[in-house]
């Protein structure tokens, strides 16, 4: 080891002393000064963010407080919902679904809520006659539309065309689906009626005028679930509402 890269060997020492330190390597040293300048570092550095995060846990607190405090203290709006023709005057909560305005502020329970986070398709209404998840519409956003629900659908005794065909069909079973299913076809049946596409008119390469094939409903009415599995029966009762015949 060169002389340069050893410790400096104090003349007061003895010769054996000297011998004996004469090739101590100066790097270690110096490491253990990087390790204690390290640590310094370290310490200080914690120090300042441990001193941040204490001083700052209060304020975090206080945020989180007010933040929840906002998010459940009611932000009330009188609101005008025009629903199967008649206007209806509510004082909201600016947070309720439109499900919820329905069912439970105008008692139109017609309407399901089945798992009310937009996968089931059994909260199905019509705003402006598009099918909408009312359990993922706020009812504040639905003002000024027509509102249409499946007590809307018939008019007095008779039934519209898609109800009837699902009585005809036995397109349901427990039934707890059904309104969902059949605001879902009555939507589909204009849709289709404006040449609206689906995935299936893609993949078949028809789409120009797509025809409503058993294929087109199944992927058309997708987004409503049943756990019956009346599917057979529900895809027959809207082939036969296109048809204009329930039988
Ligand atoms: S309740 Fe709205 S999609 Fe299921
Ligand atoms: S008829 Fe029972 S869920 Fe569809």
Redesign the pocket.
Known sequence: MSSEHCIDIPDQLDDQQKDQLKDTPADPFNSVIDIEVSRRTFIKTTGILGTAVVTGIPQLVAAQEAQAAAATTPQMLSVTLKINGTSKSLSLDTRTSL?DALREHLALTGS?????????????VLLDGRRV????TLAVTAVGAEITTIEGLAHGDTLHPVQAAFLEHDGFQCGYCTP?QICSAVALLKEHKHNTLSTVSFETGNITNPELTDNEIRERMS?N?CRCGAYPNIVAAVRAAMKGASA
């Not at 399901?112 to 199905?124: E, I, L, N, V």
Request: aromatic share 0%; proline share 0%.
């Open positions: 499900l399901k809520k089945g798992c009310d986070h937009g996968q089931c398709g059994a909260c199905t998840n009312s359990c993922l969902g987004g679930i």
